[in-house]
């Protein structure tokens, strides 16, 4: 298996955290880590099977470094490629917009020729509406620091045999 690229944006440390996490639950030698804030497009498109990790702020949005990160989004082919994504976000204070940042990244690498891998049962969460729901399904892992974050490593260990078998 070749390794898997994960690209995190962080603010306030919790998705940088929680990508740690995900990473050692890869396995070290199965995945690398990028700050997005230090990627260029080149680093990402060097890679078959993508994560993106991403936390959600405000309505929806993007965290900053993602923010200025996506248009390099358009400038690669994401044919071929595996993307699999991960997003926090705080379901009681924005049950509203609960992880919507999702949708941007996925119709992105969709639009540019990947294919999304990893979705998650939205069952466990309290949220009233979600752009990043299909089929009753979230468009990959989420976490909720804020109110579950006894649950963060359970799901990111379960996430990742379902990942890794779509990653073969």
Not at 38 to 56: G, N, P, Q, R
Not at 105 to 121: F, M, N, P, Y
Request: hydrophobic share 40%; net charge negative; glycine share 8%.
């Amino acid at each position: 298996m070749d390794k898997i690229g994960i690209f995190y944006g962080s603010t306030t440390g919790n998705t940088r955290d929680v990508t740690r996490i995900l990473y050692e639950a890869l396995g070290k030698n199965q995945a690398e880590m990028h700050d997005i804030r230090e990627t260029t497009a080149l680093d990402m498109a060097a890679y078959e099977k993508i994560i993106f990790a991403v936390s959600t702020w405000g309505t929806g949005d993007l965290q900053d470094d993602w923010e200025e990160f996506f248009p390099n989004l358009n400038s690669i082919d994401f044919t071929g490629k595996t993307v699999a994504i991960m997003a926090l976000g705080d379901q009681h204070n924005y049950p509203d917009t609960f992880v919507n940042c999702m949708l941007l990244l996925a119709e992105k690498a969709t639009e540019r020729g990947g294919r999304i891998v990893g979705e998650t049962s939205t069952e466990g969460y309290e949220f009233s509406a979600s752009m990043a729901v299909r089929n009753k399904k979230f468009l990959g892992l989420v976490i909720d620091e804020d109110n579950q974050a006894n649950m963060t490593t359970a799901r990111i260990h379960d996430w990742v045999q379902a990942i890794k078998k779509a990653f073969q």
